[in-house]
């Protein structure tokens, strides 16, 4: 049942992480390295969780004599002991005859396992492993038994006087230590000084157990002396009990189930923290309102450039009536977007990105959504600018300079042609009056005076307004400075409102899997208050085995 419960965690735990890394929010190694948090169990290779033998094992390096150890335990060659190194190349189990192995692991190769089994009672509540060495250039060897290492409940290490401070193994034991129970032996003690176990007792202290167990053996062949085999012996068998199986099955659940929740609250702050995406915001805020100045600036030439194409020189011919200001300009307005944002200018909005992105690394986001959502952005850039440039231009020409000049321009416009008719028919009407009173009193007609006079006043009627028509034209060139400057100020806008709702996205995208976490993590801790740590000292006969480090657990 409890086995079930890790199970259930590490599943979903794993889920959830490949989850956040198919969206790229986490490395593949962060999902490696909860897959490789140990969910495995002794329990798991029997069928009944409850009612299992002790699984002991030998450990240590090659030639030390654990395969001698189990024969002498045995009482019979049940596993292979020899001079070649190594010997052991498989795993050898001996159990009782009652006792069934009903799950060996996938990952076992068969041909790696040989099973032997026996009648003796004394042995009845202990599986008996003696396993390859560690230490040897077959790394198969190691790694078969790393594979092995979570189906046990005690090791006994396994070393010799002239290599107990042997590498490999000692460094195994660190990293491996408090996941099991230990017990050491000194073995070849033919060979041994009683200074090398007060040492091996040292270093095995500084490790983090407090009063090690250490057993010193002599297991020559045909050779009968008195050393600490029994001792041994009768310690295991008196440690081979539904209690003691009990404690250490739950003790090894409970370091698993806080290893894989350490792990995963690490693995989580690879997501990135819940204030990174407003102080990205803020800063992106920073970068564009920088980058956006120095476009403006840098673009003032260009849009220069191009509105003089509207310049007078170049505007048609207002002595033909009828004339809009802007209609058929010089300048077509199409190719305005493309000329405006130029490589240069784009370069600088890459260049604003590829900052948003150092930062975004910098406060400790995943970099790789951010990346894909920004490629977008780089994209459409282009085109969105072009759009705003190209609509404010043809806006900005459409209704050049302002309301009131507008208003003075077609009313002097209106009155370069009315005055000038005015004054004709003023003209006309003093000729008749003239011509109809030098007819009634014969008199001096209009004569030369009048008729100049007249001329000047025509003409004084239609130059007058036509020069201040001329005066008042609104500029094409300033409306057309005034359109793209206004282009580019709004394209330049939403290009930083997009990023900004990107980021948003983005930092919904990370809330969401950090609460999903979160909940992993919640049910974590209430399954944990139904799960008890025995540690070590609680329980005497185990306190002795157990090592008080815990390297596994991340902080
Ligand atoms: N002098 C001495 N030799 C021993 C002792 N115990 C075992 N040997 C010898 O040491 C050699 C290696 O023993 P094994 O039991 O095969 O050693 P192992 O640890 O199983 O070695 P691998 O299977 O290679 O890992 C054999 O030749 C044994 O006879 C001992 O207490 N003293
Ligand atoms: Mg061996």
Redesign the pocket.
């Known amino acids: 049942m409890t086995t079930d419960v890790l199970h259930r965690f590490h599943q979903r735990a794993l889920t959830w992480a490949e989850t956040a890394k198919e969206a790229g929010w986490l490395p593949e190694r962060e999902v490696e390295r909860l897959r490789a948090v140990e969910a495995a169990t002794p329990a798991e290779l029997f069928g009944e969780e409850n009612q299992r033998p002790l699984v002991v094992a ?1 450990f ?10 189990l024969n002498r335990l045995a009482g019979q060659p049940v ?5 070649e ?4 190349r498989e795993v050898t189990l001996y159990l009782h005859e009652s006792v069934s192995i009903q799950h060996l692991p996938e990952e076992f190769p068969v041909d790696k396992v040989k099973i032997a089994l026996h009648r003796q009672e004394s042995n009845r509540d202990i599986l008996w492993i ?1 396993m ?2 560690i230490d ?1 250039v077959d790394t198969e060897n190691r790694e078969l038994v790393l594979d092995w290492l979570p189906h046990i409940d005690l090791l006994i290490y ?1 070393v010799s006087p002239e290599r107990y401070r042997d590498d490999r193994g000692w460094r195994l034991l660190l990293e491996h230590g408090h996941r099991h129970a230990w017990l050491f032996v000194i ?5 041994g000084d009683p200074a090398q176990r007060e040492d091996f007792v040292r270093l095995l202290k500084e490790a983090g157990f407090r009063e090690p167990l250490v057993f010193c ?5 045909g050779v009968t002396t008195d050393d600490d085999f029994e001792q041994l012996a009768q310690t295991i068998r008196s440690l081979a009990n539904a209690h003691t199986v009990r404690q250490l099955q739950i003790r090894g659940i409970s370091l698993r189930m806080e290893e894989l929740r350490g792990t995963l609250r690490a693995v989580a702050e690879k997501v990135g923290a819940e204030d990174a995406f407003p102080a990205l915001e803020e800063r992106w805020r920073e970068i564009w309102q920088k980058t956006a100045g120095e476009l403006e600036q840098g673009l003032e030439w260009k849009i220069d450039a191009l509105a003089e194409r509207f310049a007078p020189s170049r505007e048609p011919n207002l002595l033909r009536r009828n004339e809009a200001p802007a209609a058929t300009s010089a300048a077509e307005p199409d190719s305005t977007g493309d000329e405006i944002w130029d490589a240069w200018a784009h370069t600088r909005l890459e260049d604003a990105l590829d900052s948003l992105v150092v930062e975004a690394d910098a406060l400790g986001i995943p970099t790789a959504p951010l990346r894909k959502r920004l490629a977008a952005v780089r994209e459409q850039t282009r085109g969105w600018m072009e759009n705003h440039l190209q609509l404010a231009l043809r806006a900005a020409l459409r209704k050049p300079g302002t309301a009131l000049q507008r208003l003075l321009y077609r009313t002097t416009g209106l009155l370069a042609g009315l005055l000038p008719i005015l004054a004709l028919v003023w003209v006309g009407y003093r000729l008749f009056t003239g011509y109809y009173q030098s007819a009634v009193e014969p008199s001096h007609y209009l004569g030369i005076d009048f008729a100049i006079h007249s001329v000047l006043l025509v003409l004084t009627a239609w130059l007058l307004p036509y020069l201040a028509h001329r005066k008042l034209r609104p500029s094409l060139q300033k409306a057309a400075r005034r359109g793209l400057q206004a282009g580019l100020a709004e394209g330049l806008t939403e290009t930083g409102h997009r990023v900004e709702k990107a980021l948003e996205e983005l930092q919904t995208r990370q809330r969401k899997l950090l609460r999903e976490c979160q909940e992993i993590l919640d049910e974590f801790d209430h399954r944990r208050i139904a799960l008890p740590v025995k540690e070590a000292g609680e329980d005497d006969a185990l306190s002795r085995l157990l090592t008080t480090r815990n390297a596994a657990v991340p902080r």
């Open positions: 030998f240590g390096g090659t030639g030390v004599g654990k395969s001698s150890l596993a292979r002991t020899g001079v190194r190594p010997t052991s003696d390859p060495d040897s396994v073995n070849q003690w033919d060979k053996t002599d297991s020559r062949e």
